[in-house]
């Protein structure tokens, strides 16, 4: 069955430091692959999206993600986490060919020490 | 571009009365716009997708009777809550695709809360 797993449901790192998100796919052709932020009580921000090309992709507020294809993997990084990037993350998936919608993992949320 | 307007942002009903909520494309037709919903702290959840001018594809375990889609513009889709219970108490979000535009535009959602 086509899934995305999101392995983390909750991380917390030290401001300052790095951070990875983890996220996995199951899916029998490469998807369109998205990253999104929630904060509390809000609706979804974009940080980055991949279709095709570059394996590694810039997105908004310092993020970057990774795709790898041998791993079905499609991994979130931000080298220096700042507090206000505690959030809850989503990884989700688009099929190539489909309408539009999207598959989401249940999540990563992210606390901040200071 | 491709910016997808919700409203409203929150509402509050009693029991047993109906909500709509309303999901605009801004600056592009949308020829198909999602439905999500998000329990609290859990994920999204498709749960229709309307294609403009026909009828709405709800997915399984999702009451078509209960969520009421309209789909009757390009820029405009509506969904209501028909006698709502506190348990459809929830976070809606919308989303909207075209032929060169993915569905991966929201909207801002709606927290709907049935008293």
């Known amino acids: 069955a086509q899934s995305v797993t999101q392995p983390d449901i909750h991380i917390t790192v030290s401001e300052g430091a790095s951070l990875e998100l983890r996220c996995n796919y199951s899916?029998?052709?490469?998807?369109?692959l998205f990253w999104y932020v929630q904060s509390p009580g809000q609706g979804l921000q974009l940080l980055l999206k991949?279709?095709?090309?570059?394996?590694l992709v810039q997105g908004i507020k310092g993020f970057e993600a990774e795709f790898k294809r041998s791993q079905s993997s499609f991994n979130l990084r931000k080298p220096s986490v700042h507090w206000s990037d505690a959030a809850e993350y989503f990884c989700?998936?688009?099929?190539?060919?489909?309408?539009?919608?999207?598959?989401f993992g249940k999540g990563t949320k992210l606390s901040v020490k200071p | 571009g491709a910016v997808v307007s919700q409203h409203p942002s929150r509402v509050i009903c009693k029991s047993g009365t109906s909500v709509k909520i309303e999901c605009r494309s801004l600056?592009?037709?949308?020829?198909?716009m999602f439905w999500y919903r998000q329990f609290p702290k859990q994920s999204l959840m498709l749960m229709a997708t309307?294609?403009?001018?026909?009828?709405?594809?709800?997915e399984q375990g999702v009451e078509k009777d209960k969520f009421l889609i309209n789909h009757a513009s390009l820029t405009l889709s509506t969904l209501t809550v028909t006698s709502a219970h506190p348990e459809d108490s929830s976070f809606y979000i919308c989303?909207?695709?075209?032929?060169?535009?993915?569905?991966?535009?929201f909207g801002s959602g709606t927290r709907l809360t049935v008293v």
């Open positions: 600056d592009f037709q949308a020829t198909t």
């Open positions: 989700a998936v688009g099929l190539r060919g489909s309408q539009g919608n999207l598959i």
């Open positions: 899916y029998g052709a490469t998807p369109y």
């Open positions: 989303s909207a695709s075209t032929q060169g535009h993915y569905g991966y535009t």
């Open positions: 991949y279709f095709s090309g570059d394996t």
């Open positions: 309307s294609n403009e001018g026909s009828k709405a594809t709800y």
